[in-house]
């Protein structure tokens, strides 16, 4: 089935461990994105990409890193210097051309920083 | 950044019954995108309005959107208990990603 997957769904980090969360996609879809969601809040962009090789910083990019070598691959490490890991980080991916860039996302990464 | 703000923050209606959010936002689209996320999960997409478009039905949704107040509505006719969940709005602008507000929870009672 065409779908996103996201790698690990829970994973657990100590403070000042660096952790990379997977995402995968097989819509062949150009645009790849990370959000960010806190508890009761909504969504918050990370990073985006529109093409391999290039990416762009959302809103809350400070802490996290990204690379997009592959049109199907592009994972999110959270560094150590991200201050409040603590979160549900999900994965989207959509069209660039045609249609009205909806967004699919994947199951999300819950990352608990103890 | 352009996002979409959704109103109510909370809704809680009775089975059978409608349920109606708001969506207000800030600078001209091309289209704004309705998702709903369950508990947990990731977010799905529902609908789509084009700029041009002032209403859309896509089974029991029904979706309005007002460019001049800048606002759109998503209207859940005839709820379940299997429509709790989270709804977001989405405004796109030219470029290429959408920003989410902070949604609206439906809690759906049977």
């Known amino acids: 089935d065409g779908g996103i997957t996201q790698s690990p769904k829970y994973l657990f980090r100590k403070e000042g461990q660096n952790v990379t969360l997977s995402c995968e996609q097989n819509l062949n879809h150009d645009a790849m994105y990370w959000y960010r969601q806190d508890p009761g809040q909504g969504l918050r962009l990370i990073y985006y990409?529109?093409?391999?090789?290039?990416?762009q910083k959302g809103d809350i990019a400070e802490g996290y890193s990204v690379s997009r070598e592959k049109k199907e691959s592009f994972p999110l490490t959270v560094t150590s210097a991200q201050k409040n890991p603590t979160a549900f980080y999900l994965c989207a991916s959509s069209m660039v051309l045609g249609g009205g860039g909806e967004l699919f996302f994947g199951e999300g990464s819950r990352l608990t920083v103890l | 950044s352009q996002q979409g703000e959704e109103d109510p923050q909370a809704l809680s209606i009775q089975e059978g019954e409608n349920a109606t959010m708001n969506c207000s936002y800030k600078?001209?689209?091309?289209?704004l995108q309705w998702y709903r996320q369950n508990s947990g999960r990731g977010l799905v997409h529902l609908i789509l309005?084009?700029?041009?478009?002032r209403e859309k039905h896509s089974g029991r949704l029904r979706v309005t959107l007002d460019t001049s107040k800048k606002s759109s509505s998503l209207l859940i006719t005839a709820s379940r208990a299997a429509d709790t969940a989270s709804y977001f709005c989405?405004?796109?602008?030219?470029?290429?990603?959408?920003?989410f507000g902070g949604g609206t929870r439906v809690l759906v009672k049977p």
């Open positions: 990409s529109q093409i391999v090789n290039d990416f």
């Open positions: 309005i084009r700029s041009n478009e």
């Open positions: 600078t001209s689209i091309n289209n």
């Open positions: 989405a405004p796109r602008t030219a470029g290429n990603k959408l920003t």
